[in-house]
């Protein structure tokens, strides 16, 4: 009987916990209705999920994705900063005085970015207000100490934001409910406008693009949606049924490439052939292992992506924010500058908050070697 009581609650609590990951409404919604028809006619989408132009797995055998479970659990050395990061704060004054043919990048941390171009501007991937890259506030990798963390109600006024997909640490439900009545555009890959519609935004507002779609912004930019490797979902029973992707913003001059998250492959010579020169690429450096490499880049990687996109600034993002991965906190900064300076790049490396403006001194302080 006891053990019939036990198998008894253990169920319930399976029950309890599947119900809460599939209604909790942070986790958005699925594709439905004329989204989900749009989805179903798209070439990157084949027996009910969306896939990569390349193959790409993600299995990890089972002994193997214990051990790295346990690494998870135990922790390692040097994962998170011992102390606070040290923040610059940001230059409202300074980012509204830019001139319309400046170019202008200020980051938060991971790949939450305001990109200034044509005196628009574009915030990038906001994980701003929620603690963890996670479904719950309690559970999940949680953000590194700042000494300030940005605000939504401290960024200048939005023109449109870019999702690149719908995983935890790119898109947070609570930064997207106080932006929702902040930003009249948003533009995203195809099914992702399923979840902000749930959070109240309305369909008016989203406009989704596959892979290699662009759409007129306003008589200086257009927006391109391009391929990443990736993966999606935010559920346990939503893997890849919505899209990701990168971005090209491409001014009259300028053009600014937004990788986002992917494992290394020749889409980015493609995207480098169709849109390049890039003036400036922000490309993912962090979450990596050799166990997930088809989905994230190694820093050595990255590096190469830049050169093959034909980008003449280099930007490192998705690090320094969140311990994603089994490597050190500075591991991805320290690879990824290193091999630059092999390939000849020309990378900057501002602090959290500091502004980058092309055509001006680069930020190019190695700032991580200041903590122990």
Not at 46 to 66: A, C, H, W, Y
Not at 173 to 180: E, G, H, N, P, W
């Amino acid at each position: 009987m006891t053990l019939l009581i036990l198998i008894s609650a253990i169920l319930l609590m399976v029950l309890v916990g599947y119900s809460f990951i599939q209604l909790a409404p942070q986790v958005g919604s699925n594709p439905a209705d004329d989204r989900l028809k749009r989805i179903e006619a798209s070439p990157n989408y084949r027996d009910g999920k969306f896939q990569n132009l390349v193959e790409t797995t993600m299995d990890i055998p089972g002994s193997k994705m214990l051990s790295v479970m346990w690494r998870f659990l135990r922790g390692g050395e040097d994962t998170e900063p011992a102390q606070t990061l040290k923040t610059v704060r940001f230059d409202a004054k300074r980012f509204a005085a830019l001139g319309p043919d400046e170019v202008a990048v200020c980051w938060f941390g991971h790949s939450s970015l305001l990109i200034r171009m044509h005196g628009k501007t574009f915030l990038t991937d906001p994980v701003l207000v929620g603690e963890r890259a996670s479904l719950v506030s309690f559970i999940g990798p949680k953000r590194f100490n700042y000494d300030h963390n940005i605000q939504v109600d401290e960024l200048p006024p939005i023109d449109a934001v870019i999702l690149s997909h719908d995983h935890y640490d790119h898109l947070d439900y609570q930064t997207m409910l106080q932006l929702k009545d902040k930003v009249n555009r948003f533009y995203v890959p195809l099914g992702v406008g399923a979840h902000l519609i749930k959070w109240g935004i309305p369909h008016s507002a989203i406009t989704e693009l596959d892979w290699w779609n662009s759409v007129t912004f306003d008589e200086n930019i257009t927006l391109v949606c391009t391929p990443a490797r990736h993966f999606s979902g935010r559920a346990l029973t939503n893997r890849n049924t919505t899209l990701w992707a990168s971005w090209v913003l491409k001014g009259k001059e300028k053009r600014v490439y937004y990788g986002a998250d992917s494992g290394y492959y020749h889409g980015f010579g493609q995207i480098g052939e169709k849109y390049g020169p890039f003036d400036l690429a922000l490309l993912e450096c962090g979450a990596y292992n050799e166990d997930w490499a088809n989905i994230h880049m190694m820093p050595e990687e990255t590096a190469q992506a830049a050169v093959d996109v034909k980008a003449t600034v280099m930007m490192p993002i998705h690090w320094g924010k969140f311990n994603l991965a089994l490597h050190t906190w500075r591991d991805p900064i320290r690879r990824v500058t290193k091999k630059g300076q092999e390939l000849g790049l020309t990378l900057t490396t501002p602090r959290i908050g500091e502004m980058v403006v092309l055509g001006q001194a680069l930020p190019q302080a190695r700032w991580w070697e200041e903590y122990p």
